[in-house]
């Protein structure tokens, strides 16, 4: 089973918007966390945001906030007031577990976002 | 100062060569990772070292070895390149105790050819 799903392969915006990304995650560990990176065109991978499994409060940076359902086990990303630099492929990703294998991610399959003038 | 840096960003080779990506962090995390995003875009882990230690080694052909000459480094040595090997490599380091920031390096694209 697929452990990170993002069924969004495309989404359109209008700058200035307010725009969300899908991300559903399965895990039977009670410890995990959720990432958001951003991919632009250049090619990088830029850490945005991370949601704890444990943090009670959803993740808030700037822009971009986590909504985190965890009963739903949905963790979208919201972008607020978009901006044309906001164009990019965005990647949600989990961390299982405990150990040695804290720092391993598993990705989905990301979302290529368009934001339009 | 970049934070995770790798070399080459760019690499073309032909079929058969040995080739290395080197990868330096400057944020005194103690655990480094190699990620492979192949042609659809999906990234993968490759291998992790944990203060030059290995401890993650997913299914990868053991014509890629890795190497930490210390915690700040994590070196990717390719044997017998075949063009499936053709690929952005990432480079990405964290403090594996809280590791609630992965930071990723710029990639090497690599192409065979």
Redesign the interface.
């Known amino acids: 089973a697929q452990k990170i799903t993002q069924t969004q392969p495309g989404m359109f915006v209008q700058e200035k918007e307010a725009v969300t990304l899908d991300c559903t995650y399965d895990t039977s560990d009670p410890s995990y ?1 959720l ?1 958001w ?1 951003k ?1 632009p065109s250049s ?5 945005l945001i ?1 949601q ?1 499994s444990y943090d009670q409060q959803n993740a808030t940076e700037g822009r971009y906030s986590l909504n985190f359902q965890k009963a739903r086990k949905s963790a979208n990303l919201v972008i607020s007031a978009s901006q044309l630099g906001d164009s990019a ?1 965005y ?1 949600c ?1 989990m ?1 299982e577990g405990w150990g ?8 989905g ?2 979302t290529i976002l368009t934001v339009h003038p | 100062d970049t934070a995770v840096s790798q070399t080459p960003k760019y690499l073309v080779t032909q079929m058969g060569n040995d080739k290395s990506i080197k990868c330096e962090q400057n944020l005194g995390h103690d ?1 480094m ?1 190699w ?1 492979k995003q192949d042609s659809k ?5 490759m291998f ?1 070292y ?1 203060n030059k230690e290995l ?2 080694n997913e299914t990868v052909p053991n014509r890629f070895s890795p190497k930490s000459p210390d915690k700040a480094h994590l070196n990717l040595h390719i044997n017998s390149l075949e063009l499936g090997d053709s690929a ?1 490599y ?1 480079c ?1 380091s ?1 403090q ?2 809280t ?9 090497s ?1 690599l192409t065979v050819v």
Not at chain 1, 43 to 47: N, S, T
Not at chain 1, 100 to 107: A, N
Not at chain 2, 41 to 45: P, S, T
């Open positions: 966390g990432f990176y991919q090619g990088e991978m830029i850490f991370y704890g492929m990647f990703a961390r040695t294998s804290y720092g391993k991610l598993t990705f399959q990301g | 655990t990772y990620y875009k999906f990234l993968k882990i992790s944990n401890i993650i952005v990432f990405a964290s594996i105790a590791s609630n920031t992965i930071y990723f390096g710029e990639g694209w």
